[in-house]
């Protein structure tokens, strides 16, 4: 998404579980204005990318999703304008932007980067929403006994924005399918843990990190995030946590009198490192 002005800087998207690029509602419209263009995808399994049933959700490894995203990142290093790079994620995409960021594999794509930044990153669970240690086993075990079986996760779209309008539209979106392969689900909390735990490190080289969480997030933990934050970005000077008292998982479309206000903490913050 373009807007009437020459770009100064470019920001690529990853959403969510069961979200699409579509999905950012005012978002990407305000930064446009402000001249930061915007893109992303619709990674693999999700969205348009589900072109059937047999689709939904069906991400592959880890490994496929990075290679993906970084595929993605570097088409944008290539092709105009040539402006600074910026790459935010969403929830489990902000938690795959992470994981990117902490893969020696992608050190030197990632240092290419003007800043990373992470919108309420699926690092940690809530503690209401987090499954048993029960749970999590028999899931992995599943996971790679059957891969690619399908589990539809309904969600409650009350905790996870406070718009009752986006509520509506939540529930209502043919491409919100809020299925997963039990792969996809033991990929996405392995991801979180090795975060959690610290054995995947930042990299080296990496210039900014932006992490946004709201307190009163009721899908991902806002303390597994500010843990994080203070364990691997010690080394990263330009760093900062913004936290959003009260505020919702989707940061970038809680209530209406909120959302220019998220919009405009993202502009300021890119705008000022370019």
């Known amino acids: ?28 419209p305000s ?6 263009f915007c893109t992303g995808i619709d990674q693999r399994g999700w969205g348009r990318s589900a072109q059937t049933k047999a689709d939904r959700g069906n991400t592959g490894p880890t490994a496929a999703v990075l290679a993906d995203m970084a595929a993605f990142i570097e088409a944008q290093f290539e092709v105009p304008p040539d402006v600074p790079v910026f790459v935010m994620g969403h929830s489990m995409g902000g938690a795959l932007v992470a994981t990117l960021a902490s ?4 050190q030197e794509l990632v240092s290419r980067l ?25 899931g992995r075990l599943a996971g790679r006994l059957l891969p690619r079986f399908q589990l539809v996760q309904p969600m409650k779209v009350e905790t ?19 299925t997963g392969t039990l792969e996809m689900f033991a990929n996405m909390l392995d991801r979180a843990a090795d975060l959690t735990s610290g054995k995947l490190v930042l990299n080296d080289g990496i210039k900014s990190v932006y992490v946004a969480h709201g307190t009163a997030d009721q899908v991902t933990s806002y303390d597994a ?26 940061l970038h479309a809680d209530l209406p009198e909120n959302r220019q206000v998220f919009a405009d903490d993202i502009a300021e913050w890119i705008l000022a490192r370019v």
Do not use: C
């Open 31 to 36: 930064l446009a204005r402000r001249g930061i």
């Open 1 to 28: 998404m373009g807007s009437d002005h020459p770009p100064v800087a470019k920001l690529i998207h990853f959403h969510g579980f069961s979200d699409h690029i579509n999905n950012t509602y005012d978002l990407f």
């Open 225 to 250: 995030s500010t843990h994080w934050f203070d364990a691997q970005t010690g080394k990263v000077a330009d760093r900062q946590f913004k936290s959003y008292e009260g505020w919702s998982h989707l």
């Open 114 to 138: 003007r800043g990373i930044m992470l919108e309420a990153p699926f690092i940690g669970l809530d503690p209401k929403q987090k499954p048993s240690i029960i749970t999590v086993f028999l």
């Open 160 to 178: 996870i924005v406070r718009d009752p309008v986006v509520q509506k539209t939540i529930k209502e979106d043919p491409l919100n399918h809020t």
């Open 103 to 106: 893969t020696p594999k992608y």
